[in-house]
């Protein structure tokens, strides 16, 4: 059984990048929800779990998150490295990104079981 953990699809641009672009742009807007906050994460868990820990993408990744997690998000902050990683992304294949959504799947039931 393959699992889908992504709001978006591997590399078509309208749903990769628009529900990023979106949802950087709802920051601080009322409408923003936690839907643009799964878009953006999901970005940088991708970038992170394909990547080694030591490299400048993983670096990006875990900064990204580290901005996501404040209790009040910057636009200005945020910004950078999450369309960094998304340009970054373009540039995988299907099969990297598949491989890396597949590990954090099985990461997230073993931690709910």
Same mark, same amino acid.
């Given at each position: =059984? *393959?699992?889908? +953990? ?7 641009? %309208?749903?990769?990048? &628009?529900?990023?672009?979106?949802? +950087? ?13 799964? $878009? =953006? @994460? ?21 900064? &990204? +998150?580290?901005? &996501?997690?404040?209790?009040? &998000? ?8 999450? =369309?960094?990683?998304?340009?970054? =992304? !373009? *540039? @995988?294949?299907?099969?990297?990104? !598949?491989?890396?959504? $597949?590990?954090?799947?099985? !990461? %997230? !039931?073993?931690?709910?079981?």
């Amino acid at each position: =059984m *393959r699992l889908k +953990l992504r709001p978006f699809g591997i590399k078509d641009r %309208s749903k990769t990048e &628009l529900p990023t672009l979106i949802a +950087l742009s709802a920051i601080g807007q009322p409408w923003f929800s936690e839907f643009h906050l799964a $878009d =953006m @994460q999901i970005v940088g868990m991708v970038c992170e779990a394909m990547e080694p820990k030591d490299n400048d993408v993983s670096a990006t990744a875990r900064s &990204l +998150l580290l901005a &996501l997690s404040s209790e009040v &998000l910057d636009a200005d902050e945020v910004g950078p490295p999450l =369309m960094e990683l998304s340009n970054w =992304m !373009q *540039r @995988q294949s299907n099969g990297r990104i !598949q491989q890396a959504l $597949d590990r954090l799947a099985h !990461q %997230s !039931q073993r931690l709910a079981a």
